[in-house]
């Protein structure tokens, strides 16, 4: 069963560009939902995070827009750039546990 | 400052064999969690460890089991390997209490099954 649903699984955007990646998830005891990014070879990295009692949480060129009552959320890079290529995986967790709930990933691609 | 640091780093066995698979927390952190990753999916949580018992457990089978030591480091055992085991393992760590997000990962053990 997968709790989160994430869209689209690759992603190809030019220098510059916005990319938007979106997440949607069935469980509502879920409270907590952090983005990921994932290069080749190494373990995944916190990126960003949002808790559902907030719309929109913004880190530099990185924002998450959460919309509580459809259950969805996405991430938004602006002025995409090269070094942004990843993997991008949504999650969500509930109730302070560290288990966490993955997507299945979105390669994002960026070409100069 | 070290981060999580995984041993071994590639590992191929045979199917019905039986592998071992480490983990140091970061400094500072005492709880572990273990995840598999296959290729093209997201990590799923296997089991979490805090005062080296397990604390809660995700949808693995018995084959899979664990260990947490008096230094906080972690094993991950899997029995009776077979072809779909074969996965980027994952360990990551936090200092309980801590909260959400404020897990670290490491690099992972890549376990090829043959």
């Known amino acids: 069963q997968q709790q989160v649903k994430q869209s689209p699984q690759s992603l190809i955007v030019q220098k510059g560009g916005i990319s938007i990646i979106n997440c949607a998830y069935e469980?509502?005891?879920?409270?907590?939902f952090p983005w990921y990014q994932q290069f080749p070879g190494k373990g995944p990295a916190l990126l960003i995070a949002?808790?559902?009692?907030?719309s929109e949480k913004k880190e530099g060129r990185f924002t998450i827009s959460f919309n509580k009552s459809a259950k969805q959320f996405s991430l938004h890079i602006m002025d995409s750039q090269p070094g942004d290529s990843a993997t991008y995986f949504c999650?969500?967790?509930?109730?302070?546990?560290?288990?966490?709930?993955f997507g299945i990933g979105t390669k994002l691609q960026v070409i100069p | 400052d070290a981060g999580v640091t995984q041993s071994p780093t590639h590992l191929i066995k045979t199917r019905g064999q039986q592998v071992t698979l480490r983990c140091s927390p970061k400094?500072?952190?005492?709880?572990v969690s273990w995840y598999q990753q296959a290729l093209g999916q997201g990590p799923q949580f296997i089991f979490q460890?805090?005062?080296?018992?397990?604390?809660q457990r995700g949808n693995f089978p018995d084959r899979f089991s664990g260990h947490q030591f008096p230094n906080y480091s972690s094993e991950l055992n899997v029995n009776a390997l077979l072809l779909g085991d074969s996965a980027l393992y994952l360990c990551?760590?936090?200092?309980?209490?801590?909260?959400?997000?404020?897990?670290?990962f490491g690099d992972g053990t890549r376990l090829s099954i043959l």
């Open positions: 990551a760590s936090t200092r309980y209490g801590q909260g959400q997000g404020a897990q670290h």
């Open positions: 469980n509502t005891a879920f409270d907590y």
């Open positions: 949002i808790r559902p009692d907030v």
């Open positions: 999650a969500a967790s509930s109730g302070g546990y560290q288990k966490v709930t």
């Open positions: 400094s500072g952190h005492d709880t």
């Open positions: 460890y805090y005062e080296e018992e397990e604390r």
